[in-house]
């Protein structure tokens, strides 16, 4: 091939674009890189690996001499990959190259060409000539196959001259030895999780470069469906120019799109061999793969049998949209959008298969144990006696396990009779109560019990009835009736027999139950002993999400008690439990997340509290478990209040506001979100909101405060404080710390003890004040309480430099006081942390203080009378709330007044 013949454009840096998003990260990462040998970029069409390395080019790279080219399918021919490899470093390299290496391409292209190493080693040694740093680009390498050019690409990268740079872009990657390369750190590695773009980068792209303004909502909708993949962004942005509802085309875009169904048909499918896209199609349906389940699924037109796991590494190894779940590299998903894509082309192409594959589906899912994903892949091939059946078979189980709504959707998507499948009407009036649907429950039962009425008492008609007897059990705790609770838990276990594991499952339930009756009559003790004899009933019968849920009733009764130290430990415990049989987490991980980072927040460890709390939420969204997602989210709100984070809280609590007023909550969780509303309300100062709360929920303090509302009453409290009703919040303060002391719980005397003292200083009672404190000081110390206190603002923070400067709380007050320096990092506290600030005098009087004067001393330096001394002196005391010099000091230096 003459040199004339070359296409010149295939050595053309492609241009950057001026409406190009910045990437700061990946260049930086790109310019480190070119340190060593060798850079790969490797992903998926659409993720702007050639894009990157061109705006690299024209910003940090434009000085270093840049070989580029593009390949394409026809390059695979040994001679002619060598022409242009040659061609594009003669023109970044000019007159560096020796004419002779052109004589070599004969030898290439005769009949018997000789080794490669005969051609590459004159290459090599003709380069490592050249002085300069340089880079050579190979775009688009995914389209060579060639093992003949692998095999010279691998002897050029092991005897690369010090000056040159290669950077591989691909789709793939390439057959080279990328581990040995690994091994001797020779190898930067840009892959597909790096050129996703972030949020930030995704708003920037779509406001900015495309032209749109989309709201932050709008924008998170789209970044989590793409999984910033940039070019369903840029076909998605596309789209919408000239679209008159841009949210409603956000909620609906998918992969079905035809813009994106276009791209990933032409630019992805229509490349891959008949086996590879046969597998696609079918696994499509799939939301989790590994390789088992993909070899039950798949009927290929091979006569090799499918070897599940190892396409989905190979299909890995090609950036075919497969994504790993596990290190192990044992579960896979597809990118969002490839799956809608493939789903919508195997509904179009073969409508016949889906039942069948649907089928196969349900049944490896339930020979392994994935019963939720086996009903639903039955359902989905139609085969509604076999989801019938395997509801009333497992859902007990998946009631336990906390799959409430999935299982009230299968009802729901499946018909039944009540006559032929009692079970499934039973576990449906359970999911009912389970999801607050009380007035629906006692309807639902009728029919089942009617029936088994006049049969004889064989254990499965027992059980039956027991677990109908547990349900209304369950149902009356919800509305706050104890005492029929009980007693329908106690015919429960009258009912039950003892021979069947199912019914020594409901067992544990029912004596759970009654262990909820007694937690909610405020009877802790009681409540923890059923709960222990549920966890060993439960652990009996083998049913590990009982003994998750008495441990996690018995966690929080630990924080009840003010355990946090046991409370953590248990929660911690179960979650490790609290895994599903596919490795996912259970719904019942949820409330143990909530539990964890209510811990954390307390004691100050804000990030691992985000954590936990998004960890809560995602689980809630995810299992449609609106209530305690509500909770989770105010929690968050005040986690991000107390990192100033005022935008983001406000934003967080309007979607804990949205949840919690869509369903009526049941008992216990309305008091919840009551008083994490009310805590967020008080830290915004809307007093307004406060009072509004008090009037609906009907309190006042001449009230007889029934457990469990002792939490609304704090609430009240906090409102007559704020609102400078000292006397009636110190007169109720006193009936609740009462009651809490009664019934051991610590948790609430720790909250409480804090607000009488904070009333005692706003009398200016100091010696009570400080009493309170001390006393709640060692309370809060050996369990790590730290929140409940700087959650108290400038007054707490008053209060603790005045015990720390009596030394009242066995030093306590200066750590927490050293939290508060970290958090606030106040340079300049003095006038702000004292009610009543000192004059200009008074602190001339207190640094002579502390530099040792006497009165006398003072008077003659600041020309005034004794008396007058003696005056200052006392308005400094009173002020500081001390009785001594020593003590004035003290509180001076923490509030810097010397500084």
């Given at each position: ?11 053309f ?5 001026a ?15 070119l340190d060593g ?19 690299w ?7 270093v ?12 021919d040994?001679p ?34 000789p ?8 290459l090599?040694?003709a ?7 340089f880079?050579l ?16 690409l691998?002897f ?7 000056a ?15 581990a ?18 972030t949020p930030?980068e ?11 303004s989309?709201?932050?909502?709008d924008?998170a ?42 791209y ?26 590994c ?16 070897d599940?796991?190892?396409?989905l590494?190979?299909?890995e ?12 590299r ?5 990118h ?23 089928r ?47 299982l009230?959707?299968?009802a ?23 999801s ?7 309807p ?51 009912l039950?027999p ?5 019914a020594?499952?409901i ?46 009733n018995?966690?929080?009764i ?8 046991q ?21 019942l991980a949820?409330?143990?997340y ?6 954390a927040?307390?004691r ?9 709390l998004?960890q809560c939420?995602?689980?809630c969204?995810?299992?449609g ?18 990192r ?18 869509e369903?009526p ?22 007093l ?19 457990y ?9 409290l906090?409102?007559?404080?704020a609102?400078d009703?000292?006397e ?12 809490a002391?009664?019934?051991g719980?610590m ?10 003292a ?8 100091t ?36 015990a ?6 066995s ?9 508060i ?12 942390l ?5 004059t200009a005098?008074?602190?001339e ?11 006398q001393d003072?008077?003659r330096?600041l ?10 002196i006392?308005?400094?005391y ?5 009785q001594?010099?020593t ?5 001076g230096k ?6």
């Amino acid at each position: 091939m003459a040199s004339s013949s070359l296409l010149s454009t295939k050595f053309f840096v492609p241009p950057v674009r001026a409406t190009l998003t910045a990437r700061p990260r990946l260049l930086a990462r790109l310019a480190h890189g070119l340190d060593g040998p060798l850079t790969l970029l490797s992903a998926p069409a659409g993720y702007g690996k050639t894009t990157l390395f061109s705006e690299w080019r024209a910003g940090p790279g434009a000085a270093v001499p840049l070989a580029w080219l593009s390949l394409d399918a026809e390059d695979n021919d040994l001679p002619r990959f060598y022409q242009y490899l040659l061609a594009c470093l003669e023109a970044a390299l000019p007159g560096a190259l020796p004419g002779a290496l052109h004589d070599l391409l004969p030898l290439l292209q005769s009949s018997e060409p000789p080794p490669f190493e005969a051609v590459l080693t004159p290459l090599a040694n003709a380069l490592a000539e050249n002085q300069r740093d340089f880079v050579l680009v190979l775009d688009d390498y995914h389209v060579i196959q060639t093992s003949a050019i692998h095999a010279a690409l691998a002897f050029l990268l092991d005897h690369l001259p010090p000056a040159m740079h290669l950077a591989i872009l691909s789709r793939t990657d390439p057959p080279l030895p990328l581990a040995r390369w690994r091994a001797r750190s020779h190898i930067l590695e840009i892959r597909e999780a790096d050129l996703r773009f972030t949020p930030d980068e995704a708003a920037a792209f779509l406001n900015e470069g495309m032209g749109l303004s989309l709201s932050a909502e709008d924008l998170a909708a789209l970044e989590s469906r793409t999984e910033g993949w940039i070019a369903g962004l840029q076909l998605a942005a596309l789209s919408m120019q000239g679209c008159n509802d841009i949210h409603a085309f956000v909620s609906a875009f998918t992969g079905s799109h035809h813009y994106v169904m276009d791209y990933l048909v032409e630019e992805v499918l229509k490349l891959q061999p008949k086996n590879v896209s046969g597998f696609l199609l079918q696994t499509s349906l799939l939301d989790r793969l590994c390789g088992s389940l993909c070899e039950a699924v798949v009927r290929l037109d091979t006569a090799e049998p499918v070897d599940g796991q190892g396409t989905l590494e190979t299909l890995e190894e090609m950036n075919l949209f497969v994504i790993p779940l596990d290190d192990e590299r044992r579960w896979y998903r597809y990118h969002h959008l490839f799956a809608d894509v493939l789903r919508k082309r195997l509904q179009h192409q073969f409508p016949h298969l889906l039942p069948e594959l649907h089928r196969r589906a349900s049944q490896w899912y339930e020979r392994n144990g994935c019963i939720a994903e086996s009903i639903q892949q039955a359902i989905s091939a139609g085969d509604q006696g076999r989801a019938a059946q395997l509801i009333e078979q497992n859902g007990c189980t998946l009631l336990m396990s906390g799959e409430v709504s999935t299982l009230l959707n299968w009802a729901g998507a499946i018909e039944f009779q009540s006559a032929n499948h009692p079970w499934l009407a039973i576990q449906k009036a359970w999911a009912l109560a389970l999801s607050g649907s009380l007035e629906q429950i006692e309807p639902t039962l009728q029919a089942p019990e009617q029936l088994l009425a006049p049969l004889e008492p064989t254990v499965e008609v027992r059980t039956m009835q027991g677990t109908i007897a547990a349900a209304r059990a369950q149902c009356a705790n919800l509305r706050g009736d104890t005492q029929a609770a009980a007693q329908y838990a106690r015919r429960a276990l009258d009912l039950l027999p003892d021979c069947s594991s199912i019914a020594q499952s409901i067992r544990s339930v029912a004596t759970s139950i009654l262990g909820d009756a007694s937690w909610i009559n405020g009877n802790l003790e009681q409540a923890a002993r059923a709960y222990a004899e549920a966890i060993r009933i439960g652990r009996e019968a083998g049913n590990l999400h009982m003994v998750i849920i008495a441990n996690t009733n018995l966690a929080d009764i630990c924080m009840e008690q003010g355990q946090l130290h046991q409370a953590a430990g248990t929660y911690t415990r179960s979650l490790q439990m609290a895994v599903r049989p596919d490795g996912q987490r259970s719904p019942l991980a949820a409330k143990l997340y909530a539990g964890l980072g209510r811990i954390a927040y307390e004691r100050s460890q804000l990030h691992d509290a985000d954590q936990n709390l998004r960890q809560c939420i995602e689980l809630c969204r995810q299992w449609g478990e609106d209530d305690l997602q509500a909770i989770a989210s105010a929690m968050l709100a005040r986690l991000e209040l107390a990192r100033g984070n005022a935008e983001k809280a406000q934003e967080t609590f309007r979607e804990a506001e949205r949840l919690a007023g869509e369903h009526p909550l049941p008992l216990l969780r309305s008091i919840q979100w009551k008083y994490e509303g009310a805590r967020y309300w008080l830290a915004q100062g809307n007093l307004e909101k406060l009072s509004q709360l008090i009037q609906q929920s009907a309190l006042s303090t001449m009230d007889e405060i029934p457990y469990p509302r002792e939490p609304e009453y704090i609430i009240l409290l906090r409102t007559l404080l704020a609102q400078d009703d000292v006397e009636a919040g110190l007169a109720l303060a006193q009936r609740l710390l009462k009651q809490a002391l009664a019934a051991g719980r610590m948790g609430l005397v720790i909250e409480i003890l804090i607000l009488q003292a904070l009333a005692f200083q706003a009398q200016k009672e100091t010696e009570p004040a400080l009493a309170a404190l001390e006393r709640v000081l060692s309370l809060a110390q050996p369990e790590g309480y730290v929140r409940s206190f700087l959650d108290e603002g400038e007054a707490m923070t008053r209060l603790l430099c005045q015990a720390q400067s009596r030394q009242v709380g066995s030093g306590y007050a200066g750590v927490l006081l050293s939290r508060i320096g970290k958090i606030t990092a106040m340079t300049q506290p003095s006038m702000q942390l004292l009610s009543e600030p000192l004059t200009a005098r008074e602190v001339e009087v207190l640094k002579l203080i502390q530099a040792g004067c006497s009165n006398q001393d003072i008077a003659r330096q600041l020309v005034i009378s004794l008396p007058t001394v003696k005056r200052h002196i006392s308005n400094v005391y009173a002020k500081l709330g001390v009785q001594s010099r020593t003590q004035a000091v003290a509180i001076g230096k923490e509030l810097k007044i010397f500084d």
